[in-house]
């Protein structure tokens, strides 16, 4: 009798897994068993209710998600996108969610020299060249199907990783340290005890070289497999080999989250997922390599280290995921 019931008790776990699974991931399925549902229910009531304060107002504390805006092609007929400058073919394809390169400078305070400007515009020219070259894409630009392309990409944002922002009047190589100085809203008030991770090389540790980089703003759920193999089968999708779908380190993650909300209005990566990343430290010498994780659940980050992958609980509510960014080879 016992194990039966234990057996039941397995089965409706994962049920519930299932079904929490499936939301997450935007699966349509109807929940039929009245009790599996109140336990989805009470699984996600949290977070509806956090959704009803963000709706209620200024009094209600919390603050106010701006509006989703509803992404709009350029006006004017549809153009012959291979007749169109790789600026072009972006602006067409990636809509509001197309962040040049002068937008960059604004937001990090940045007069690029010209030749360093032209050098990291040519390199922008050749992302876009590569990107509508892939076998996913190439069909839709030969049959000039922009719609596709638009939908395609619905999720992704073009962003340039430049090492170096102004803060008070000074050119300071991009880290954890110096986002948080220029970028202050994004974090939560400075304690007078310093945090944790202000102890750790990797707060100093700046951005390596300037890229441009595709970012999706879907997270891949990493609860059953690492996130290596999720990377490869991502760059696999997109027909590039494996090393070209990328896990941030913790910098780039701070970086692409703050760069895209300053440009768009909007915190496209604000989920309830530890968003994992390659930064490892250790609180001893000798003691295991922990790993550094960011949250942001509508605005503000959270910085969080631990061993191993922070999995779903129920006290705590977030998925273990990556955010991937693809990147080419450099010729």
Known sequence: MTIATDVAETMDREALVQAILNLENDVEDQVTDPALAFDLAGHIKVHVDELVALGAGPGSGKLKRKKTKKARPPKGPIP????LPPVDQA????????????????????KLPSEVFAEYQKSFDRFITDLLLLPRTIQAVEKNAIPALQKQFATCVLVFRAPELIHNDEAVPVSVESLRDAFPSYFYKRKKKANWFEAHDFYREPIKAPRWVLCDTEHMNCTLRRPERKLAGYARDWGLPEDCGLQKNLVEDLYDRILVGEALEEDLFAR?????????????KKGAQRLAFAVQKVHKVTIHGKVGVPHWKA??????GVYPSLAFHES
């Open 80 to 83: 012959r996108l291979e007749a």
């Open 91 to 110: 602006r067409w394809i990636f809509m509001e969610r197309y962040i040049p390169l002068e937008r960059h400078e604004d937001i990090l305070g940045l």
């Open 272 to 284: 309830t997922v530890n968003s994992l990343t390659t930064t490892g430290y250790r609180t001893r």
């Open 315 to 320: 006290k705590r509510r977030h998925w273990p």
